[in-house]
């Protein structure tokens, strides 16, 4: 994880609780002069627009006095969704049994996406199954996962 991005969680993950809802993960995509900042939040009652417009008015309301993102950026607060990306090994171990896609930083065994079946966490890995074959990918290895709804 970036430093840039752990320091956007020490400050946004507090106000995001203190609201009374869960921070489910924190996307930081800084390309050229162009970067957004996605907060996804939760709650068992779901989330409306108005818990969204909450969070990035308080949210906005900390960065702007604590400037920790260098000169334009977007700030987007909304739900997971159905299609929930995952960040962390308790949400991969939430969800065994559902498929998911999984997208990493480097190939490996020659590729970089798999689509398959969260089988469960062993250490700091994800296992997928796809088709018969079971692979352990580190979690530190993962650009991207999403959960594949069933409809």
Same mark, same amino acid.
């Given at each position: &994880?970036? *430093? ?6 020490? &400050?946004?993950?507090?106000?995001? +609780? ?6 489910? !993960? ?6 050229? /002069?162009?970067?957004?900042? %996605? ?5 068992? $009652? ?10 990035? %008015? ?5 960065? $702007? ?5 260098? *000169? ?8 997971? !969704? &159905? $299609? %929930? ?8 171990? $939430?969800?065994? !049994? ?10 490996? +065994? ?5 689509? *398959?079946?969260? /089988?469960?966490?062993? *250490? ?28």
């Amino acid at each position: &994880m970036s *430093g840039k991005l752990t320091e956007l969680e020490a &400050m946004v993950v507090p106000i995001v +609780e203190a609201l009374g809802y869960r921070c489910w !993960g924190i996307e930081y995509l800084s390309q050229g /002069r162009h970067t957004l900042l %996605r907060v996804y939040i939760d709650h068992d $009652d779901g989330i409306s627009v108005e818990a969204c417009a909450e969070v990035s %008015r308080q949210v906005s309301a900390v960065l $702007d006095v604590e400037d920790p993102i260098t *000169g334009d950026y977007t700030l987007e607060v909304s739900s997971p !969704g &159905m $299609d %929930r990306p995952l960040f962390t090994l308790e949400q991969f171990a $939430d969800h065994v !049994g559902e498929q998911a896609k999984i997208r990493l930083r480097v190939p490996y +065994e020659g590729r970089r996406n798999f689509q *398959g079946v969260i /089988r469960g966490v062993e *250490g700091d890995e994800i296992i997928l199954q796809v088709d018969e074959h079971e692979y352990l990918l580190p979690i530190d290895s993962i650009d991207k996962s999403n959960i594949i709804p069933r409809f």
